[in-house]
């Protein structure tokens, strides 16, 4: 096995220097910086944290997202500050979801009328639809 890049500066300049509890720690020639390899263990798919930050985007909320996909709202909180994710404010309008299969989804575009003053974006979900719309709020 190869020593993996150092995590402060991607260097490759990298030496073993010990072991800590249990899990090799290295030493970065460039930057002196020590570090150790992270652990194995239940890692996320890259599709569920992009998931995440696109329906994060679309006005969905952090508990919301969490039902959706399965992954803890806390997760989807340290997601947007990694990636430091700002939505845009605008309270004119208000977004609403349906997941919906391939059949109900030809369906929910066939009538005009789901489609009339308002904006839709669709997601793939897995292997169903969510379909975001954004209505205007109605006093």
């Given at each position: ?6 995590p402060?500066?991607d ?6 220097s010990g ?5 090799q ?12 390899v992270?652990?194995?263990g239940?890692?996320?798919?890259t599709?569920y944290?992009?998931?995440?930050l696109?329906l994060?985007?679309?006005?969905v ?5 969490e039902?959706?996909?399965g992954?803890s709202h806390?997760s989807?909180?340290?997601w947007?500050?990694k990636?430091?994710?700002?939505i845009p404010k605008?309270?004119e309008y ?5 997941i ?7 369906e929910y575009?066939?009538?005009r009328e789901?489609?009339r003053?308002?904006g839709?974006?669709v997601?793939e ?15």
């Amino acid at each position: 096995m190869t020593a993996p890049n150092c995590p402060r500066c991607d260097s490759s300049n990298v030496t073993k220097s010990g072991i800590i509890k249990d899990r090799q720690r290295y030493h970065c020639k460039a930057c002196q910086y020590h570090f150790t390899v992270d652990k194995l263990g239940k890692g996320i798919s890259t599709y569920y944290v992009i998931k995440a930050l696109q329906l994060y985007i679309e006005g969905v909320s952090y508990r919301e997202i969490e039902r959706l996909l399965g992954v803890s709202h806390v997760s989807v909180m340290n997601w947007v500050k990694k990636y430091q994710i700002k939505i845009p404010k605008n309270s004119e309008y208000r977004p609403t979801y349906k997941i919906l299969n391939h059949k109900e989804i030809a369906e929910y575009f066939a009538n005009r009328e789901n489609l009339r003053s308002s904006g839709v974006i669709v997601t793939e979900l897995g292997d169903k639809f969510m379909v975001i719309r954004w209505e205007r709020f109605k006093d």
